[in-house]
Structures are given as C-alpha cells and as structure tokens.
C-alpha cells in the first residue's frame, strides 16, 4: 500500500518504524512524503512521527533476491505430539500436515532438519522459509537465528552461513484446532471445534515453503 499522511501528523515531523517487540525503531524520512508499506501475513507496523531527525534508516527486508537457492528435498521431521510421543520421518518435499493423512490430526512441535550447500564466493544474506502454519525457530549451523509467529518467515543468515555444506533446523509449533477435533470425549475442545455453528474447518499446519536463500 502507499500512504500519504494527513498534514495535522505530518507538518514539520520525520516518520519513524518502531518495532514493538523490540523496542527499535528506524528513520523513514519526512512525514510529508509518500511511503510505501508491505504487510506480509498478520503483520503490522507502528509509525511514531516526531521531530527527531538522526537515527537509522529504515531498510525494508528483500522478499527475494536476483538470485537464490531452494531447499527442496532431503528433509527429516521429527514430530513430537503433545500426546508424548515421537517419531521422525523424511519428506522429499515439504507439504501442509493437513493435506498429509497420517499427520492432519498432529498438535506440537515438529523440527525439519536439512543441509544446503553453499559455494565459496556466494554471499546470501537472508532465508525465507515461505508458507508456515505456526510459530517458526531457525537454526543454522546450530546458531539461532530468532524466532517468529507473524510476518513473512525471512530470517537475517548471513553471518550464519559458511561456504560448503550447512546445517538448517527450523521447528514450527502448531496449533491444536485440529487435534481438539478428534477428542471426541472432550466436551470442551467439541464445543469449541465441532459442535454447531462453532465447527472449525481443518487448518494448515507446519512448513510448507518453499525454503529459500538469497
């Protein structure tokens, strides 16, 4: 979207991004120029406009790059249930749980394990997990890189990167909507998923990517 801001606001002040989470903020420019906002899945931005002219500057993250590489097979998931048990698979490509039938009904933490590989030379800086139904972890090289429950899933890897092979982790917590459904002698979790005009449809779930690196 562009906004414009109405002169009340913008007359005389600079517009700031303040991140809530953690408390940073950027320098957008004068309040009196246009500014154009993309908002990725259930994102939001907070903008402070004040008279405060030094500061960072806001540098939006790349959705893509010229050019990237994508992690499309040789996954393993480990799926740990909140019923307690474990187990781990492996995918040859990464798929919504609900459209997999042995795991549309799985409520917990499921880790993706793979390996990327890297020349020497390529300077990727970012990595975009694509499509997640749940709250995202990431892990290269057995560094973290932070985690994220809205917003695009691109995570800032540069400093994490290496030339040759490298080690990506990513857990997804999911939601329980589903698993709710099918305990069919919960009264709660059937109010709340099945009964009446409260009957939930089935939800998506996990990575579904694709993951990339640019």
Same mark, same amino acid.
Request: proline share 8%; aromatic share 6%.
């Given at each position: 979207?562009?906004?414009?801001?109405?002169?009340?606001i913008a007359a005389g002040r600079q517009a700031?991004?303040?991140?809530?989470?953690?408390?940073?903020?950027w320098h957008?420019?004068?309040?009196?120029?246009?500014?154009?906002?993309?908002?990725?899945?259930a994102e939001s931005?907070?903008?402070?406009?004040?008279?405060?002219? *030094?500061?960072?500057?806001?540098?939006?993250?790349?959705? /893509? !790059?010229? %050019?990237?590489?994508?992690?499309s097979n040789g996954w393993t998931a480990e799926f740990k249930h909140i019923d307690g048990s474990v187990k781990t698979i492996g995918l040859q490509?990464?798929?919504?749980l609900k459209d997999m039938p042995d795991w549309v009904n799985f409520s917990g933490v499921v880790t993706y394990k793979a390996k990327i590989s890297v020349e020497s030379g390529? *300077?990727?800086?970012?990595?975009?997990?694509?499509?997640? /139904? !749940?709250? %995202?972890?990431v892990s290269i090289n057995g560094k973290t890189l932070g985690v994220q429950w809205y917003g695009r899933r691109i995570y800032a890897a540069g400093d994490k990167l290496i030339?040759?092979?490298n080690d990506i982790e990513i857990k997804v917590t999911t939601s329980m909507g589903n698993y709710m459904k099918t305990l069919k002698s919960n009264p709660v979790a059937q109010y709340w998923t099945n009964?009446?005009?409260?009957?939930?449809?089935?939800?998506?779930?996990?990575?579904?990517g694709p993951v990339t690196i640019y």
């Open positions: 979207m562009n906004l414009t801001f109405h002169k009340d700031w991004i303040w991140d809530a989470v953690t408390g940073e903020r957008i420019g004068a309040a009196t120029a246009p500014l154009a906002l993309e908002l990725g899945p931005r907070l903008l402070v406009f004040d008279n405060e002219k *030094k500061g960072p500057a806001w540098k939006p993250t790349p959705i /893509a !790059g010229t %050019s990237g590489i994508t992690v490509e990464l798929k919504d390529a *300077k990727p800086s970012w990595l975009n997990l694509g499509k997640v /139904a !749940g709250v %995202s972890e030339a040759g092979p009964e009446k005009r409260k009957d939930q449809p089935i939800q998506s779930m996990g990575l579904i």
